[in-house]
Each structure stands twice: as structure tokens, then as C-alpha cells.
């Protein structure tokens, strides 16, 4: 039998009772872009680049950057889907649409929100709303393993590749994936 010095059993039980919980996330909220967005896509969307490509890559200025999302969301070029946790942009999504075809453009996740599923949700909710009779594509880096991955548990199918830009070496092969 073991015997417990100096507890007493209120003692014990007030130390069993008590509930530690951690603090919860503010459930994300999905909105389509605003013009009030543009400076955290932005700033999102530069980190990104950085953080991939470093100093090798040429980003727009700040100003170019504005005027592209300004153009895209004002003309409906682009519909920008934004994922929020309070008032922090966790993460970004950009489908095109033309000529009949729906193609993800950017997909953008901010470090601190990753492997998360705010990627699954912002892709879910392209599938849903902008897809092209169910169908939608994107190009992605070969050498983007996470992606692909997530890509491929969404159902989607590797369907050409192809060389980055001249003006990109530092990218590898690009590889068009589909969703049919």
C-alpha cells in the first residue's frame, strides 16, 4: 500500500478537478479579397517569394505589386480568396478564369499558419466556387514536394511539364496539374 505524505485527499482531489486548457485559435474565416486586403497580400506575398527565391529574384516594387492586385480584383481578373485567423492573413489563394479554364495562380500560406489545412480549405473552396465544370489547374515547381503532395490528396493529376521562363533559372520544371 503507498501512503502519501502530507496530501490530504481534498488536497487531491482539488488537484484532479482542475481543468488546464489551452488557449483556443479564432476559427478562420474565408472572404473574397477587398481592396483592403492588398497590402497584407502583398506583404505575404513578397515574404513568400523571398523565403523561396531570396536575393537571386527581382520582386515588383511595392507599388507594382499594388497596381497588379488593384487591376485583378477591380476588373474581376483574379478572384482572390483570403483566409483570416482574427485579424492575421494565415493565407491566400488566386484563381483565373478564361477561356473556359480555371487556373489556381497563387497560393500563398504565411510560415506561421502551415501544414495547418488552410491550403486544403482555401483549395476546397476554389474547387467549389470557381472550378470550370468541375475541372481546375495550376502549375507547380517540380522540386515543390509539399505541394505536389497536397495537390495529389485533392485529386489532383500531373497532365504536362514544362521549363520555367528563361528569365527564372532559379526555378526547376514546372508541372501542370489538373482536376477533373
Known sequence: MVERENNSVGETDALHSKHYT?????EPKVHEATLKD??????????SWNEVYGPKWV????????QKF???????MLKVLVVRVGN???????????????????????????RRGFGRILISRAIENESVNGSIAL?????????????RSMQFFA?????????????SELIEMKRI
Open 22 to 26: 489551452l488557449p483556443r485559435m479564432t
Open 38 to 47: 492588398i497590402p497584407d497580400l502583398i506583404e505575404l506575398h513578397q515574404a
Open 59 to 66: 520582386y515588383p516594387t511595392r507599388e507594382d505589386a499594388e
Open 70 to 76: 488593384s487591376s485583378a480584383l477591380g476588373t474581376g
Open 88 to 114: 492575421d492573413l494565415a493565407g491566400f489563394l488566386a484563381v483565373s478564369k478564361d477561356s473556359g479554364r480555371a487556373e489556381i495562380t497563387d497560393l500563398y500560406i504565411n510560415q506561421s499558419y502551415r
Open 139 to 151: 502549375w507547380v515547381a517540380a522540386t515543390n514536394f509539399s505541394a505536389i503532395d497536397l495537390y
Open 159 to 171: 497532365t504536362g511539364l514544362r521549363k520555367s521562363e528563361p528569365r527564372r533559372q532559379d526555378l
